[in-house]
């Protein structure tokens, strides 16, 4: 896999950079790169509006863009809405299918959200009355039979996360889907796919969720790109759009206006064309690589990680079903002590909340350092942390 | 040793803080959190007759840097007035700690105490 590395210019430009934080953002392909500024280069103009050869390019790679997504999930294209990421995904879904809630309902989470999905709901539980509800965990896994208990007749709504950003498990989504079409027929599934989509091979008709989001700055794309899955039926006539202005319509008079058909319809202004040219790109990267190999990359950097950490940190997450993601503790160092050190071995990990406070209140711990992986990670490199963690308890204890 | 933040002052005060007990019948109290790290940090103030202190305590847990910044500063502080405390700079706390150039994040661990402190004797 040193191979792999060679294609991120970033280690070539920071000679022995050691970055363990890709659960916050992946580094870049030279491919999602060369589509960026092939964009701004060669063929930028608007998109669906100019009658021009130029703007007919941009237009056509815009879209294509599209199908690439569409590929990665096995989505249809017209089911691929571009956004700027997860947190827009999940609080348009929240600003748009809230308003129909009234205070009967409820709206089912888990323990493990991200921030993104969990204060869209509080806010708009604050406005519409609904109530709240949140999965147990047992063991760092989420424990279905309180989803059992938890969903009923009056959920309308369940939202959560198919990989945990601190914990690194793998939630049985499948399984939580299909009970969810048991208790609350008419209730919608949401799938928060951030962490999960740079690492995990996702088939949105398997799943059998209504929604799915993600971000491209998570699975080697640009910043400020992502996209929304919804069902095409959901899209078509359950979800109204969230902004309106140019490109979403149809015909407009002074006093109304009809919209596009979806995805148009959700996609107001003038998109972040580049970034979805660049996030079609990095799913193209993904597929290109394979999600053998890169399965079985993953799985033998976080096997050996595990190894190699258990006997020296306190590792908050559970052991097999999980992805690269990998939290610990050192009782006595605070988790931002040991991000600082690190940082001066070159070593990047993040330390503090990971945006899922409530989760460490939950599990009773102050903070955590979180170390994770990507494709271009090496076992050199895990063997670098696990070198740095025995000099910080040198250091302090 | 390269590490220049944690030196080995700093480190010993981690290890052995100083002033970090309970203060029963404080004047003053207050609790400050550093929501990027989860440090916290509770400053107790007793005064005498002339507005300065007369015993202080601190307790919390956090980083090295915030842990010893409130070791420091507790002892600093001691038979000092309310006036003087306010004027106590950023710079002046980062100079006591022995410590220059910290990043943003790192200054917040760093001033913690201080702006603790400062709300007590607002």
């Known amino acids: 896999m040193e191979a792999i590395k060679k294609h991120f210019p970033i280690f070539r430009h920071q000679k022995d950079l050691i970055y363990l934080d890709s659960a916050a953002t992946t580094q870049t392909p030279q491919v999602v790169i060369d589509a960026l500024t092939a964009y701004y280069t060669n063929y930028r103009a608007n998109v669906h509006r100019g009658f021009y050869a130029l703007a007919t390019k941009a237009t056509n790679a815009y879209e294509s863009a599209r199908d690439s997504v569409a590929h990665l999930i096995k989505a249809k294209r017209e089911e691929i809405i571009f956004t700027s990421g997860t947190t827009m995904g999940l609080n348009s879904l929240a600003y748009s299918l809230s308003p129909r809630l009234s205070h009967r309902d409820n709206v089912v989470l888990t323990r493990l959200?991200?921030?993104?999905?969990?204060?869209?709901?509080?806010?708009?539980?604050?406005?519409?009355?609904?109530?709240?509800?949140?999965?147990?965990?047992?063991?760092?896994?989420?424990?279905?039979?309180?989803?059992?208990?938890?969903?009923?007749?009056?959920?309308?709504?369940?939202?959560?996360?198919?990989?945990?950003?601190?914990?690194?498990?793998?939630?049985?989504?499948?399984?939580?889907?299909?009970?969810?079409?048991?208790?609350?027929?008419?209730?919608?599934?949401?799938?928060?796919?951030?962490?999960?989509?740079?690492?995990?091979?996702?088939?949105?008709?398997?799943?059998?969720?209504?929604?799915?989001?993600?971000?491209?700055?998570?699975?080697?794309?640009?910043?400020?790109?992502?996209?929304?899955?919804?069902?095409?039926?959901?899209?078509?006539?359950?979800?109204?759009?969230?902004?309106?202005?140019?490109?979403?319509?149809?015909?407009?008079?002074?006093?109304?206006?009809?919209?596009?058909?979806?995805?148009?319809?959700?996609?107001?202004?003038?998109?972040?064309?580049?970034?979805?040219?660049?996030?079609?790109?990095?799913?193209?990267?993904?597929?290109?690589?394979?999600?053998?190999?890169?399965?079985?990359?993953?799985?033998?950097?976080?096997?050996?990680?595990?190894?190699?950490?258990?006997?020296?940190?306190?590792?908050?997450?559970?052991?097999?079903?999980?992805?690269?993601?990998?939290?610990?503790?050192?009782?006595g160092v605070h988790p931002h002590d040991i991000a600082d050190i690190l940082n001066q071995k070159k070593i990047c990990l993040r330390a503090g909340y990971h945006c899922a406070e409530p989760l460490h209140h939950y599990l009773n711990i102050s903070a955590t350092a979180r170390a994770s992986f990507g494709i271009y990670t090496t076992k050199k490199e895990i063997d670098a942390l696990a070198k740095g963690i025995q000099k910080i308890k040198k250091m302090f204890l | 040793m390269t590490d220049a933040i944690y030196h080995e002052l700093l480190l010993d005060l981690y290890k052995h803080p100083l002033n970090k007990r309970v203060l029963p019948d404080c004047d003053a109290r207050q609790t400050e959190h550093n929501p990027s790290c989860g440090d916290t940090i509770e400053v107790c103030v007793k005064w005498d007759t002339n507005n300065a202190v007369k015993a202080v305590a601190w307790q919390g847990d956090g980083c090295a840097v915030s842990q010893a910044a409130a070791s420091i500063l507790t002892e600093k502080i001691k038979g000092k007035k309310r006036n003087a405390i306010k004027k106590i700079s950023n710079q002046k706390m980062l100079q006591l700690l022995g410590l220059k150039n910290l990043n943003p994040t790192r200054l917040r661990c760093a001033t913690l105490c201080l702006e603790t402190l400062k709300k007590i004797c607002r």
């Open chain 1, 113 to 331: 959200e991200h921030h993104a999905n969990l204060v869209p709901w509080q806010e708009m539980a604050k406005h519409y009355g609904f109530e709240l509800r949140f999965i147990e965990l047992k063991k760092y896994e989420l424990d279905l039979e309180s989803a059992k208990k938890l969903i009923d007749a009056n959920t309308k709504i369940v939202s959560f996360t198919l990989v945990s950003n601190v914990l690194g498990n793998i939630t049985p989504a499948e399984e939580l889907i299909r009970l969810v079409r048991q208790k609350a027929p008419r209730a919608l599934a949401i799938v928060d796919a951030a962490q999960a989509i740079a690492h995990l091979p996702i088939d949105v008709k398997k799943l059998d969720c209504d929604f799915l989001v993600f971000s491209g700055h998570k699975m080697y794309g640009p910043t400020g790109s992502g996209a929304l899955y919804g069902k095409k039926m959901l899209l078509d006539e359950h979800l109204e759009p969230f902004f309106f202005g140019g490109e979403m319509v149809r015909s407009v008079s002074y006093e109304s206006a009809d919209w596009m058909p979806s995805p148009h319809k959700f996609e107001a202004g003038t998109p972040n064309i580049a970034g979805a040219i660049g996030l079609g790109a990095a799913a193209d990267f993904i597929m290109k690589l394979g999600w053998k190999k890169i399965q079985n990359h993953e799985s033998e950097l976080t096997a050996h990680a595990l190894k190699k950490l258990k006997n020296e940190v306190t590792i908050i997450g559970p052991v097999r079903n999980r992805i690269g993601v990998i939290a610990f503790t050192i009782p």
